[in-house]
């Protein structure tokens, strides 16, 4: 292999491992929705406690390694009344549509499985609104292009005293994926409708913050080069191993093996003998 070759081999199996080692650490931090830093504008509260947001993700994995939420508490404090945050959804965008009059085709009571849930006690939230971080959704994988949502529910005894817990609320779109998301309360009559607009409510404060884990499109074609260099270094290798075979070798042909015995009758050794065998008469 002449030293261009071997060059350019090095150059490609160090493209491998460049590329190998992008796609072990091609984890990149997002944030799908924040509505957080918009100005607090309301809060939604009420006997009747069920608050949904939505969010969507995009073209890859998605791991919500922090749902964040600006949640204060009010009324009477029941020990044993708990908030429960449950993660819900996993609809293709595909397949998700606004009815005018109704709402989305999906949401609380319609569609959408239940992934995961952390309960909180409403003991220990504040009476002025505070952002509250949950992150036992980390571990799961949320699937590219698809509808989910973060719903809110009490469970304990409920009186005209409390409890209440309160999500605030903000008129501003401007965040991360806030225009394209959804809220449903009692005030939507329990469907989603989008944020501050088109019959929908104001947009419940929350961030979604996580990583994706697919690689990138140039991790993927660092790697596939690195991979063709390595084929290559293999393929050269090989014909470096290989025996050397001359030409004259390949026009001969292998050479023919004498017979093991001749025969005691001379006219068997016509086939073996280009000379003529004299008859047995005399000449005259």
């Avoid at 650490?25 to 997002?30: C, K, T, V």
């Avoid at 104001?202 to 690689?215: L, Y």
């Avoid at 068997?268 to 003998?273: A, E, G, T």
């Amino acid at each position: 292999m002449s030293n261009f070759a071997k060059s350019a081999a090095h150059i490609l199996s160090g493209c491998a491992a460049i590329g190998l080692m992008a796609f072990c650490s091609s984890a990149r931090a997002e944030v799908l929705f924040d509505s957080l830093n918009s100005p607090t504008t309301g809060s939604m509260s009420g006997l009747a406690f069920q608050l949904d947001a939505s969010f969507a993700t995009g073209g890859s994995t998605f791991h919500a390694t922090d749902v964040a939420l600006l949640l204060s508490e009010a009324g009477t404090i029941v020990p044993g009344d708990t908030l429960d945050v449950t993660l819900v959804g996993g609809v293709p965008l595909a397949d998700v549509t606004l009815v005018p009059g109704e709402g989305l085709n999906v949401g609380p009571g319609l569609d959408g499985a239940i992934l995961g849930s952390a309960t909180l006690p409403i003991s220990d939230l504040s009476s002025n609104p505070t952002v509250e971080h949950f992150r036992q959704f980390g571990s799961i994988a949320l699937k590219p292009n698809s509808f989910y949502w973060i719903d809110l529910t009490k469970s304990g005894p409920q009186t005209e005293e409390g409890p209440f817990v309160s999500w605030s609320t903000t008129s501003d779109n401007s965040g991360p994926g806030v225009s394209e998301g959804y809220n449903s309360s009692d005030a939507t009559d329990f469907a989603f409708y989008p944020n501050n607009r088109d019959g929908g409510g104001q947009a419940f404060q929350m961030e979604v913050r996580g990583v994706t884990t697919v690689p990138e499109l140039s991790t993927w074609a660092l790697m596939s080069l690195g991979f063709a260099g390595l084929g290559f270094v293999g393929c050269a290798r090989r014909s470096k191993d290989r025996p050397a075979r001359r030409l004259g070798d390949l026009r001969k042909g292998a050479a023919r093996k004498p017979p093991a015995a001749l025969s005691a009758n001379p006219r068997d050794h016509l086939r073996y003998s280009r000379r003529p065998l004299p008859s047995s008469g005399h000449v005259t």
